[in-house]
């Protein structure tokens, strides 16, 4: 398995933008998928955003699309989650997560990634 390190969270105002990222490291990074996913107190894990091995290939939740872009750098082995026009819905504990390649699917359920980070945390005030 990848071990993955988030980073990039904190506190901001509504309206405002954080870049989160995920280190990944002890496996060939372009050789996962990798997912964006969030958990708010009291609620079940949500997919948020996922991009292909290769990054061409993006797919967003409804309620972040046009303010959240997921990315990736396949030679720092890291992806990248940049959030503008944040709302305090979009407070949650933040987690990056990988599973293989194949297939070349972008999958929304948590139970199809192998690897997790430990989450960092986002809280957006009014």
């Known amino acids: 398995q990848v071990q993955l390190v988030e980073s990039g969270g904190g506190l901001v105002q509504a309206g405002g933008s954080l870049r989160l990222s995920c280190a990944a490291s002890?496996?060939?990074?372009?050789?996962?998928?990798m997912g964006w996913f969030r958990q708010a107190p009291g609620k079940e894990r949500e997919f948020v955003a996922g991009i292909g091995w290769r990054g061409g290939t993006t797919y967003y939740t409804d309620s972040v699309k046009g303010r959240f872009t997921i990315s990736r750098d396949n030679v720092k082995n890291t992806v990248y989650l940049q959030m503008n026009s944040l709302k305090p819905e979009d407070t949650a504990v933040y987690y990056c997560a990988a599973r293989g390649r194949y297939p070349s699917i972008i999958f929304t359920h948590p139970r199809e990634y192998d690897s997790w980070g430990q989450g960092t945390q986002v809280t957006v005030s009014s």
């Open positions: 002890g496996r060939t990074f372009s050789n996962y998928i």
